[in-house]
């Protein structure tokens, strides 16, 4: 039987996080998530999806015909065929990007693939849902983000950065939740610790509406 999988969405943007924003790239959010952040900004993405086999799903990301693509969600790694999906993808030439949340087995993702992975800070709810077994299979190609709602989550950084040696394992990437906090306060911090992370904003909600989907 062919795998299957729930999608919410195939659509081609501008990447607008991570090291690679900026550039067009296809986006393939797949549906569901087991994860309540408090500060989700893709809740609608919980809702089911419609269900399309592998195959479909990559000939529907080749059609778009940009060499750029992100899985994410809602959670990927949830969907037991995700890895399949992330291989086909790797095997169709594609550059291949993998956006989750820490709480799911990351050995599952072909390693040709860049995995871009959230630490959870504590404002989001989900700190304790961190699977630190996936730091050690992080490769320097792949990319670490955390969300600053507020001091606390700041010093959260500052204290992982340090435990882990976050920054010796891959790129570090800092942004803010919308409309919780200034994105100057937190740069300021930064630069005043000296921080060894990339701060970036989300490209996408200032060129569309912040609520927009699809971009």
Not at 15 to 22: I, L
Not at 47 to 62: D, H, I, L, N, Y
């Amino acid at each position: 039987m062919c795998a299957a999988l729930d999608v919410f969405e195939i659509f081609c943007s501008i990447q607008g996080e991570s090291t690679f924003a900026g550039l067009p790239c296809a986006f393939v959010r797949l549906a569901g998530c087991p994860l309540e952040c408090a500060w989700c900004d893709t809740l609608y993405a919980k809702a089911k999806g419609v269900q399309k086999r592998v195959g479909e799903v990559v000939a529907a990301v080749v059609a778009l015909g940009v060499p750029l693509v992100e899985v994410t969600g809602g959670e990927p790694l949830a969907q037991p065929a995700a890895g399949k999906l992330i291989h086909a993808l790797c095997d169709a030439g594609l550059e291949v990007l993998v956006e989750t949340s820490g709480a799911f087995d990351i050995s599952v993702i072909d390693s040709r693939a860049h995995v871009i992975m959230d630490i959870k800070c504590p404002s989001s709810g989900m700190s304790e849902r961190m699977r630190h077994e996936n730091l050690a299979l992080l490769l320097p190609k792949d990319e670490i983000k955390l969300v600053i709602a507020d001091r606390a989550d700041y010093e959260f950084l500052r204290n992982a950065l340090q435990e882990h040696e976050l920054a010796k394992r891959c790129t570090v990437l800092v942004s803010t939740v919308a409309g919780a906090i200034e994105p100057k306060q937190v740069v300021e911090w930064i630069l005043a610790d000296r921080l060894p992370v990339r701060f970036q904003l989300q490209l996408h909600k200032w060129i569309w509406p912040p609520d927009q989907r699809g971009v």
